[in-house]
């Protein structure tokens, strides 16, 4: 079935680096790709999206290409700050079953001062 | 600020206890979800409503029962819990089941004794 498959976190940065959390999928047909940031205490929000290959998805200094030949949504902001702090969720559409967000295990991200 | 509101933030209850968790979006959306998001896992869903039928049941077991009154609100009706229930719940949105993105409530932390 399809699936999504984060890095493993906890990824600890200092403010002001280079962030990178890889995702890649698993799909039959055709997805639509995300990125969902849920920080303490709070539900998940919409960071990003993607609805074919090559486009770039991008909000708040974030981007994200879906790259269907890698099968990749890899999330990317240039420097962090520390409000970035949070847990990161790469998520599909399924395109079987459009009811449907898979998501994967999510990566926590850490940027001290 | 959220969109979509969920009552009560945390829910203490014991395991013969009844109790409801409530939803409520004004967005005009005609979808409606809850999930179950356990400790550092993503979440999982457990029903959806389209236009206020219950159009997905992913095998939940009966002491959770879910009720749409109507297209602004989302209930999920607890009964005869067991420890293994204590989760963030989340109720999420979208304009028509299958559309993206999902608009997620900051959720209610349930915790059962």
């Known amino acids: 079935g399809d699936s999504v498959t984060q890095m493993e976190g906890p990824v600890t940065l200092s403010e002001e680096a280079f962030l990178t959390i890889n995702c890649t999928y698993t799909?039959?047909?055709?997805?639509?790709l995300f990125w969902y940031v849920q920080y303490p205490g709070e539900g998940l929000q919409l960071l990003l999206k993607?609805?074919?290959?090559?486009d770039k998805g991008s909000n708040k200094g974030f981007e994200a290409t879906y790259r269907k030949e890698t099968t990749s949504f890899h999330l990317e902001k240039g420097s962090v700050q520390v409000s970035d702090s949070a847990v990161y969720f790469c998520?599909?559409?399924?395109?079987?079953?459009?009811?449907?967000?898979?998501f994967g295990t999510g990566t926590r991200l850490q940027v001290f001062p | 600020d959220t969109e979509v509101t969920q009552t009560p933030k945390h829910l203490v209850m014991g395991m013969t206890n009844k109790k409801s968790l409530k939803c409520e979006q004004h967005?005009?959306?005609?979808?409606m979800y809850w999930y179950k998001q356990k400790a550092k896992k993503p979440p999982e869903l457990m029903f959806v409503?389209?236009?206020?039928?219950?159009?997905i049941n992913e095998s939940v077991p009966s002491r959770f029962s879910p009720e749409c009154p109507n297209s602004s609100l989302l209930n999920l009706h607890l009964h005869a819990l067991q420890p293994e229930d204590s989760a963030l719940y989340l109720c999420?949105?979208?304009?028509?089941?299958?559309?993206?993105?999902?608009?997620f409530g900051d959720g209610t932390r349930l915790s059962i004794l």
């Open positions: 998520a599909l559409s399924d395109p079987s079953n459009t009811d449907k967000l898979i």
């Open positions: 999420a949105s979208s304009q028509v089941a299958g559309s993206q993105p999902q608009h």
């Open positions: 799909a039959t047909g055709y997805p639509s």
């Open positions: 409503y389209s236009y206020e039928k219950l159009s």
């Open positions: 967005m005009g959306h005609r979808a």
């Open positions: 993607a609805t074919k290959a090559d």
